[in-house]
């Protein structure tokens, strides 16, 4: 049975770069990564409930690398399900059995029951290591019905971010990684403040940090929960008007329509 149309928001953080976004009746999955491996990272936050593969309008991937692009994942969903898709990762996911999948060039939209999603820029490595000729380049998404949500996938900043201001009422927003260090094309909890001051959502969700880790005993030491607490501190000092919910990975938020 469909889910009951409803102009409230409701998003729930599976991990990593993985959120269910429910709205208008609609179930969008971001970059589903719903096993407790991916290649070698382990997931060390809890398991995902099976309640977060159900019922999936359409997929949404951001870009092609392994801990985004998960294909067991993505086929425990369901290989007919619509992949909304950057341009270059088409043949690759047809040829690993999805029938349905859409590339988008940032600047171009595709519908999802009543809701428009938008491709936009991300500023990231395109390639899909070790395959170094399969190259994609990433995006990240728009989807806009009776609310708007800005899912960055993976990035660091990127000018036209500021295009995006006033227009979003929920931003979900990377701040880390799975490493100890980060490398090229991410953000990093002071960036990301940097990122959601540009784009002033009404909510903020950081994103994208601890759930996978190196198995032991390379896994990194600190404290898994530092980014997300370092981002929520900033964002509390420098960007006051942006309301930040910190989710745990399995927790679910809702975000009522904006007063008229």
Do not use: C, K
């Amino acid at each position: 049975m469909a889910p009951e149309r409803t102009d409230t928001l409701a998003v729930t953080w599976v991990g990593h770069s993985t959120a269910l976004i429910e709205l208008d009746g609609i179930r969008i999955i971001t970059d589903p990564v719903l096993h407790r491996r991916v290649g070698p990272l382990r997931r060390v936050a809890s398991p995902v409930q099976e309640e977060a593969r159900r019922d999936i309008d359409a997929i949404l991937v951001s870009h092609l690398h392994a801990d985004h692009a998960d294909l067991p994942s993505l086929r425990a969903i369901g290989v007919d399900t619509p992949i909304l898709a950057p341009s270059g990762a088409g043949s690759w996911l047809s040829h690993h059995g999805f029938t349905d999948v859409r590339e988008l060039r940032p600047g171009e939209q595709a519908s999802v029951g009543p809701a428009r999603v938008s491709a936009t820029p991300a500023s990231h490595g395109s390639s899909r290591r070790p395959l170094g000729s399969l190259r994609a380049e990433p995006i990240g998404f728009v989807i806009a019905g009776s609310q708007t949500v800005y899912f960055a996938g993976d990035t660091d900043l990127f000018d036209a971010m500021s295009e995006l201001a006033g227009t979003i009422d929920l931003a979900l927003l990377p701040v880390w990684g799975w490493g100890p260090t980060l490398g090229p094309g991410h953000l990093n909890p002071e960036r990301a403040v940097t990122a959601a001051a540009r784009i002033a959502p009404r909510v903020a969700i950081p994103i994208h940090w601890g759930t996978l880790a190196l198995p032991r005993p390379a896994r990194d030491p600190r404290d898994a929960r530092r980014p997300a607490r370092e981002f929520a501190e900033r964002m509390a000092a420098e960007a006051p008007a942006i309301e930040t919910r910190v989710l745990t990975p399995g927790e679910r938020t809702e975000l009522a329509p904006r007063q008229a």
